[in-house]
């Protein structure tokens, strides 16, 4: 059995604060035992959230005090130095003390990722976290980085992403030898833009399974494990999903409202629409890892529900069972030393 | 009425060649009166295939001969240099000869673009062509650009593609001043890279109908008419769009195979599925422009089928009919004079 773990919490951040994080914790750990929690934020709104939601603290659901919030309309750098005792900021103070494994967040994303970065530095070899999340593909998932924390990449950084990605993968999906491919526009080596060439040519002799280019439409493809790319292109990527999948949700529903058999064709398929409805829910895929530092920390989609939320806080929990800053540190050493020799 | 209208067809490109082109040149000559078209490419088999599908040949829908083909493997400055009688070739040295209004062809892209920028040349003042295309939102179209042509791109390249798409849209959709949106990964001004938001910063200014930054998943709503993005970004976004949207008609189709009552309420809602599948039918959306050359090309997807070029046809027609090189040519003088001055 894995020795117990803790998680902090920023109870404050995203658009529902403690409404959302204090049941998401309620819901994680009644189904645990080897498990705690520290809920960060103000402590009479947390009080008072967790009596309105019949939640009971105790010593493995306990409140830590910060008196500060950072907004999402918040600059990073501002968050940074203004907001010193923020609930974000205590959460992965905590992290960076030792008392937690992990922090997981809802908040302000360029705050979390600024925050992160100054209060538990980036591992040695690493010049840039990255932001790596999961993806829903044919029969399985992909995990993708970075998503948006790094708009400029070189073939250095991508080769970074690439490493950290695979160590990710092997730990917390169990993929033995995870299939890493680049993101670029054709699979030709002659297509892309310079970064990408020269990051291919590196990992053509990394000891990775660097599968070589793949294309957009891959990453939903069972073809790849690891999809690496800058995080302008990956957030693009990623926001044009979310609008493909929203456009399709909306046409289905017009199609299905269309003249009285379609309303009773739509009532008749209600449930397996449901059940496909929910297997593209997004909040299976919430928490997102800030990869590359020091600790563990997970942002989860502003908006997210409880099931979302909680789905970020097991994500943590599994990262913190697999010590992944340790394993990638253990990875990229080696790789960086045979890169530079 | 408008003038009579010849369109060039490289008879020999994409994956069927003319059992597909001749076909769908058939069927959109058989509505209509004042159209012409040329089918290049090798006259026997042309001729025989013609033959197979009982289409007559007249002086309407005649064949001109090429010898060779362009291969979608052929680099594009090879198939450019060494394969100077292709269908290809020849079908846009007829827009340049003025013997044809416009070219379209299913061939390789990369190719493509080489030799109608070779032998049409662009625009005075655009430095590179881009690729636009028709892509589906919520109650209407956006038109996208760039699409893969050019995988840099400084802001003023971004702001020449923004006056292209913005005098594309007034034409082929009879949007008036269309809203022009620039792809970035926030719609905050400090977010993005150098080039983006260099390119806002001229936007701004220019007598377009600017709305500012716009996130991936803008591009299918409603928010605007036009999305610019360099054409690697746009590249990943456009093949991410068609992997979720194969991903999320994998999923629905096993949901509907799962069981005895989900097959019969699959049955129940065919209907109402195949009129959502032809919806979001990419054969509705086929047929994307070359846009600031001195000419009009059209780029079929590789794979389309009858119907598909056949609407990549009827695009090339309402882009001569709109005379859109000219119109391009007259808005962008001034605009550029302005920038400079």
Known sequence: MPDSVVIALDAMGGDFGPEVVIPAA?????????????????QERLRDCAQRHNIQLHDRLRVQHASEVVEMSDEPAMAMRK??????????????????DAAVSAGNTGALMAI??????????????????????KDGHTQMLDLGAN????AGHLFQFAVMGSVLTEAIDNVQRPRVGLLNIGSESMKGNAQVKAADESLVDAPLNYIGFVEGDDIYSDKVDVVVCDGFVGNISLKTAEGVARLIGYYMKQEFKRGLYNRLAGLIALPVLRAFRKRIDPSAYNGASLLGLKGIVVKSHGGADVNAFANAIENAIVEANQSVPQKIQEHIQPLLQRQSA
Do not use: E
């Open 83 to 100: 907001k010193k005792d923020s609930s974000m900021r205590v959460a992965i103070n905590l992290v960076h003390q030792g008392i937690a």
């Open 26 to 42: 309620a819901k994680v750990i009644a189904k645990r035992d080897n498990l705690s929690m520290v809920l960060v934020g103000d």
């Open 151 to 154: 708009v400029d990449c070189t």
């Open 116 to 137: 992160a970065k100054f209060v538990l530095k980036t591992l040695p070899g690493i010049d840039r976290p990255a932001i790596c999340t999961t993806i829903p593909s």
